[in-house]
C-alpha cells in the first residue's frame, strides 16, 4: 500500500516534468517558426496608421518588441 502511494507520486513528478520539457521543445520550435512579428509586419502597421516608417524607425520598433518578449 504503501510504495503504491509512493509509485504514483513519483510517477505524477517524473510525468510533470517530462511534460514542461516536452512542452518547453514544442513551444521553442513553433516561435523560431512562426515568429510573432517582423520588420515587414511593423512597416505594413505603421504605414495603415498613416506615417511612412523610416529604417531606424523600424529597428527601434523591433528592440523594443524584442526587448518585452
Known sequence: MFFDILYFLIGLILGGVAGFFIAKHFMQKYI?????INEQMIKTM???MGRTP???QVNQMMKAMNKHM
Not at 32 to 36: A, G, I, Q
Open 32 to 36: 523560431k517558426e512562426n515568429p510573432p
Open 46 to 48: 505603421m504605414q495603415q
Open 54 to 56: 523610416s529604417q531606424k
